[in-house]
């Protein structure tokens, strides 16, 4: 029987990243889940080992609700480039060095692929909902997309100001934060969370 989750519970968001905790707080919202983020409960911030998303994912939330006793939550996305053979990948918050500054990121992926035709770029998410006895499951979400230059806009965070949605003329970094969510990486991976894990559907699924 698929485990769910029920309205009202307290969700263990396993991330350190304040901009990351936002987006994943307002897509959990209308279920009626609270988040917190490990940061706040003062949990480590374990090492990324893994070679994948779904496996830094899985490591991430497995220890958060271990150490919470709480459901966990855990996000590992990134950015790749296809002239890079993928890469930054699951690298990219350590393209942006110790003190994670995405514009030295941003400066590396320039820097990178120099005068490249190929501009194909795409953001993937991979969400893994952990509990605390064990159970877990991973879902992924995937935008594609192409790499621009110069970083264009002040919203969200990480590589979002040089990347641009196929069929949009701005970049994530331009958008309007409601906007970018609305079909960005991170809400297609939580969309399949959702169908399996809730008991009952969102608002906008009744007839």
Known sequence: MTRRLARGEQVVVAT?????LREIAALIAP???SAVSAGALGLPEPEETEVTFAGNSRLKAELAARASGLPALADDSGFSLATLGGAPGVLSARWAGPGRDFAVAMQRVHDAIGEAEDRRAWFTCALCLA???GERATYVGRVEGSVTWPPRGRHGFGYDPIFVPAGET??????QPGRKEAASHRTRAM???FKARLPYPLKEDRQ
């Open 191 to 193: 969309a399949q969370l």
């Open 31 to 33: 279920c009626g889940l």
């Open 170 to 175: 701005e970049t994530y970094g331009e958008m």
């Open 16 to 20: 350190h990243n304040e901009g990351k």
């Open 131 to 133: 509990w605390p006895d």
